[in-house]
């Protein structure tokens, strides 16, 4: 059985990625959680090792690391937030930076030369593309438009650095906006759709806040974008970067009226100037065509799907 470290565990990305591996009976998850607060009953399973730890510790990561001695590691731990980056790019640099870093020289010191790590990066770091860089490859220029883009990138480049001098098996994944239930409402579509489900329960009136609505974006489904991380973990290649993403890009007003579409509610929207982001780039489109021939992962969840599922999900919880 192989061993498996899961950073950020029981964030929204995490809680999917142990969700979907604990199906795989090879598998020995080891979660690791900031706090075992945040833990759900997704990780309350006797198959899964609970792992509380601060990643900046770099003492208590190696402990960890050198007693999981994991096959894998993938890396999803971070602050995730571009818009918090501008209050606080301190914070958000030197915790991205940190905990990757005290990762690798964990991996580096200890020799662990088999395992095979998978950093988590994000397509924010192309940052102010122009239209004639859609779809957006790996090759793409850089471009970070938030300190949040910045510490991605360092972490995309720490990796890359230490596969080159140190041989560890670094495979780099960009992806792009995913969403789905469970994702919490600091993130457009769980946003909208927390507004309506408490539109439709008369908790608030029925006007909905938002941000630019004219904005593009690819969305991918959560539960695909898992899917592509296991693939990489098992078929990327060491040194290699690959975007995750849907492919197409979709109006933010058009999400927007989808949602609105789905609920029996007459809603009206009021447009909030502070909801707008520095920087932000109107369209951006995924090229996952090396991530598709390198392991034959492509979408399978129709964006409908995603939006009817998150809709429904706060309309639960609201």
């Known amino acids: 059985m192989k061993n498996i470290l899961v950073t950020g565990a029981s964030g929204f990305v995490g809680k999917y990625f142990c969700e979907f591996i604990k199906s795989k009976s090879d598998f020995k998850i080891h979660a690791v959680v900031h706090s075992t607060k945040r833990t759900s009953q997704i990780l309350s399973d006797q198959n899964i090792n609970l792992v509380q730890l601060d990643?900046?510790?770099q003492k208590k990561v190696f402990e960890a690391i050198?007693?999981?001695?994991?096959?894998y590691i993938i890396h999803l731990a971070a602050l995730t937030s571009p818009q918090k980056s501008f209050t606080d790019p301190q914070d958000t640099l030197v915790?991205?930076?940190?905990?990757?870093?005290?990762?690798?020289?964990?991996?580096?010191?200890q020799n662990l030369?088999?395992?095979?790590?998978?950093?988590?990066?994000?397509?924010?770091i192309y940052g102010l593309i122009g239209p004639s860089d859609n779809p957006v490859s790996e090759t793409t220029m850089l471009k970070p438009t938030s300190p949040y883009a910045v510490s991605k990138i360092t972490q995309d480049y720490l990796g890359f650095q230490y596969y080159l001098t140190h041989k560890i098996k670094c495979i780099i994944v960009r992806p792009f906006n995913h969403i789905g239930p469970r994702q919490i409402d600091k993130f457009v579509i769980s946003d909208f759709s927390k507004q309506?489900?408490?539109?439709?329960?008369?908790?608030?009136?029925?006007?909905?806040?938002?941000?630019?609505?004219?904005?593009?974006?690819?969305f991918t489904d959560v539960r695909d974008v898992v899917r592509g991380y296991y693939s990489l973990l098992k078929k990327g290649i060491p040194g290699e970067v690959y975007n995750i993403g849907s492919g197409k890009s979709y109006y933010i007003k058009d999400i927007l009226n989808k949602l609105i579409g789905m609920s029996g509610v007459k809603i009206s929207i009021k447009i909030d100037e502070n909801k707008f982001k520095p920087g932000d780039v109107p369209d951006i489109i995924c090229d996952n065509s090396k991530l598709s021939k390198a392991t034959g992962w492509k979408p399978e969840i129709p964006l409908d799907k995603t939006l009817k599922d998150t809709l429904d999900y706060w309309r639960s919880i609201v």
């Open 113 to 124: 030369i088999d395992t095979k790590l998978l950093i988590i990066s994000s397509s924010e």
């Open 66 to 71: 050198n007693k999981i001695k994991p096959d």
């Open 95 to 109: 915790t991205n930076i940190t905990a990757e870093l005290n990762i690798l020289e964990a991996i580096r010191l």
């Open 55 to 57: 990643l900046k510790d």
């Open 196 to 218: 309506i489900a408490e539109i439709e329960k008369g908790k608030r009136k029925p006007e909905i806040v938002v941000g630019n609505l004219n904005a593009k974006r690819d």
